[in-house]
């Protein structure tokens, strides 16, 4: 299974992007898709997490700003992020959380944590 992320790219304060990380393989099972950042110097964090049931949970710095939803049938997750700020500038990255999926082997595989690369988000006048 790969995660594929896209979106991200440099915006004005005020602007919005949307962010996309679409699944790719034999997918079983998973508890959460989750959007993760990490801004120079920092730890990464999580932003938006919606899961198999399609609850979803929110930093606090990015709730009413940002939204996270779900294509089952592409299996792909989105955040779409409003009235960006310059502390939102990060490299975002997607995980999938607790995933079963089918190997090339045809052997059911269990993954805490199944991240994908992640995009570039510039905030900046």
């Known amino acids: 299974v790969q995660l594929q992320a896209s979106g991200g790219g440099l915006v004005q304060p005020g602007g919005s992007l949307r962010l996309s990380c679409a699944a790719f393989?034999?997918?079983?099972?998973?508890?959460?898709m989750n959007w993760h950042r990490q801004a120079p110097g920092k730890q990464r964090e999580l932003v938006a997490g919606i899961t198999s049931g399609g609850q979803t949970n929110y930093a606090d710095s990015v709730k009413g700003r940002f939204t996270i939803s779900r294509d089952n049938a592409k299996n792909t997750v989105y955040l779409q992020m409003n009235t960006l700020k310059p502390e939102d500038t990060a490299v975002y990255y997607c995980?999938?959380?607790?995933?079963?999926?089918?190997?090339?082997?045809?052997?059911?595989?269990?993954?805490?944590?199944?991240w994908g690369q992640g995009t570039l988000v510039t905030v900046s006048s």
């Open positions: 995980n999938l959380e607790n995933v079963n999926y089918y190997s090339a082997h045809d052997v059911i595989v269990a993954q805490k944590d199944l």
């Open positions: 393989g034999r997918i079983l099972s998973f508890n959460s």
